[in-house]
């Protein structure tokens, strides 16, 4: 009995690595979603005044980015799909608001290490936040 031809080898092989890069965009829109939140629950607890709070929840997101990192590094089409620049941009907004709101520090690209489109679009969204503060302030 002859083995699998050359067109099943490929197509078997090409099946298995669709199945992968499946795999790693589901698991890294999940953790995008869970980056997401964590980083809106951190701007909250910043205009809350937890801040403790507030370093836990943006520690966490950095760690959900990383893991996302990891999972995409050999499926940057799905890295640059969109939804992990989601997540960058908001990840950017909670580290800048929390940064400006407690240590009057505007953070450069570098420290906030996310794609600079992101962090541009991050700390723009950051003015929306940085006004609700000054709000608060005055009541």
């Known amino acids: 009995m002859p083995g699998p031809s ?11 690595g669709f199945d992968d890069k499946d795999r790693a965009r589901e698991e890294a829109l999940l953790l995008s979603r869970k980056a997401i939140r964590l980083c809106s629950s951190s701007i909250r607890s910043v205009h809350r005044g937890e801040i403790e709070e507030a370093e836990r ?21 799905v890295r640059y799909a969109g939804f992990v620049d ?4 908001e990840y950017a907004e909670a580290l800048s ?3 400006i709101i407690t240590r009057h520090e505007i953070l450069s690209p570098d420290e906030i290490a996310v794609e600079r489109v992101n962090y541009l679009a991050g700390l723009g969204d950051t003015t929306g936040e940085l006004r609700r503060h000054i709000l608060d302030l005055i009541r």
């Open 6 to 16: 050359i067109f099943e080898s490929i197509s078997t092989e090409l099946l298995r």
């Open 57 to 77: 929840l943006i520690d966490q997101a950095g760690e959900e980015l990383e893991k996302i990192r990891t999972l995409l590094v050999n499926h940057q089409d």
């Open 97 to 99: 608001v929390y940064s």
């Open 86 to 89: 989601g997540a960058e941009q």
